[in-house]
């Protein structure tokens, strides 16, 4: 599949990040089951030894992985790399299988969150307190690394950031400035409509899971991180008061999109954008592979401005990192891998090696050397109260699926909104019951 589905938009996303043109990278950042083995490191402690299973099975990112094993020498290491989609299909063997892996690569949020519900995953609690690998962490990554009882059973390295970026030099030469209140951005959106500007632009034709990024912000904006977990889980229903809430406010949205945006993929919502015909677009940062090299200082952005003044901040993050099984024979030593990973000079060892824009979840990495852009996001994630991920990543990709049919019949019909909240919860409900 050329086009990303929301589920891969980390790791594939990550080949679009490599030429260095972009925010991150090294040019700006200065028996097990399994296939791919890649042969024991290290070996201090010769009677105990670790399996570490990756799904990070692009060329780059699977070199980067690699080198940092390789540099792991207290306890001997085999790293199992296999295809992001076969990983995806046998993940729960993998947890449930008599010898588990000891360490696995994935990502934050409802997955693991489920797995740690089943007993599946270890609990590494101590290394986010006193000394630990992860205390410095942002308590909004702490957040996201705990289960539903409080405990932290992921280690977060790395993540990246969406926001409404726009071009500087395009501001200018139109004479506005980015909002900080919600009634700033619509009257923004009113005064570039009125300069036959389309405000904002979106692909939400093939890749129609771009919708569900408005979504979530309106309702991140208005019912609060808490919520939006909630629904997502089937807690709370699409054909709600509070859903109901979001939707008018998303319909206010629709005549500012560019009217093209329901046939553009992600890639090509962008190019309006890099033109300067049209002038801002809620994405991940990886939107600056759109841009030529010589462009991407010109790049801004900013977070979508709060509604509900009650709410605590909370920005969309989709969060890369690790996850231990619960039955482990070597508890010490898996902590003692995943605090090596952990670690400030070896996220940016792997950052860097990988061709990433991904930034590092320590404080510690030195960020002297960074892009602006990069600063500024580092600062946006560290600085909120809670990150949720996206759509998906915060629920499934089978409710993804749902989000797309509501969403886009929503964007081209918007007054029956009634009927579509309706279908949407009850399409949601055979997924949650199933």
């Known amino acids: 599949m050329s086009i990303p589905t929301p ?17 991150g990278g090294s040019a700006l950042l200065s028996g097990c089951l399994g296939s791919g083995n890649t042969p024991a490191t290290g070996g201090s402690n010769a009677n105990v030894s670790l399996t570490l299973q990756s799904s990070l099975s692009d060329p780059k990112p699977k070199a980067a992985l690699e080198q940092v094993v390789k540099g792991y020498t207290k306890y ?38 489920d797995y740690a519900s089943k007993g599946l ?38 993540y990246y950031w969406w926001s409404v970026f726009y071009r500087k030099s395009a501001f200018a030469e139109w004479g506005v400035k980015a909002p900080t209140t919600w009634d700033e951005f619509m009257a923004l959106c009113e005064t570039l409509k009125g300069k036959g500007i389309s405000p904002l632009t979106n692909g939400t034709g093939s890749t129609a899971w771009m919708a569900s990024g408005w979504f979530d912000y309106l309702d991140l904006r208005i019912n609060g991180a808490a919520f939006h977990r909630e629904l997502l889980a089937g807690k709370h229903s699409f054909d709600s008061a509070e859903v109901r809430k ?37 994405i991940g940062a990886f939107v600056t592979t759109a841009f030529p090299a010589a462009d991407v200082d010109d790049v801004d952005f900013f977070s979508v401005p709060p509604i509900n003044p009650s709410v605590p901040s909370a920005e ?3 969060t890369d990192g690790y996850f231990a099984s619960a039955s482990t024979k070597n508890v010490g030593a898996v902590k003692d891998l995943l605090g090596y990973l952990a670690s400030a000079k070896e996220q940016q060892a792997y950052i860097e090696a990988s061709g990433s824009s991904n930034l590092p979840t320590s404080p510690d990495v030195n960020s002297s050397g960074f892009s602006p ?31 797309d049919a509501a969403l886009t019949k929503f964007l081209d019909h918007p007054g029956d909104v009634a009927t579509i909240l309706k279908d949407w919860q009850a399409a949601a409900q055979k997924v949650w019951g199933s």
């Open 316 to 318: 969309e993050a989709p």
């Open 121 to 158: 995953l270890l609990d590494l609690s101590d290394m986010w307190s006193g000394d630990g690998a992860c205390a410095k962490f942002s308590p909004a990554l702490k957040s996201l690394s705990s289960d539903s009882s409080g405990k932290q059973i992921f280690v977060p390295t790395n």
């Open 76 to 113: 001997p290491t085999t790293l199992n790399t296999v295809a992001i989609e076969q990983f995806r299909a046998q993940l729960s063997t993998y947890l449930t299988s008599a010898n588990p892996p000891d360490v696995l690569t994935w990502y934050a949020g409802s997955v693991a969150r």
């Open 246 to 282: 979001v939707m008018d406010t998303y319909a206010t949205l629709i005549p500012y999109f560019d009217p093209k945006g329901r046939s553009y993929t992600w890639q090509e919502a962008a190019t309006p954008l890099v033109n300067k015909k049209a002038a801002m677009y809620l």
């Open 7 to 23: 589920s891969r938009v980390n790791l594939t996303r990550r080949g679009l990040f490599a030429a260095g043109a972009v925010v």
């Open 373 to 403: 852009l990069v600063q500024k996001g580092m600062k946006l994630l560290q600085d909120t109260k809670e990150i949720t991920q996206f759509f998906n990543r915060d629920s499934s990709d089978a409710l993804q699926a749902t989000a």
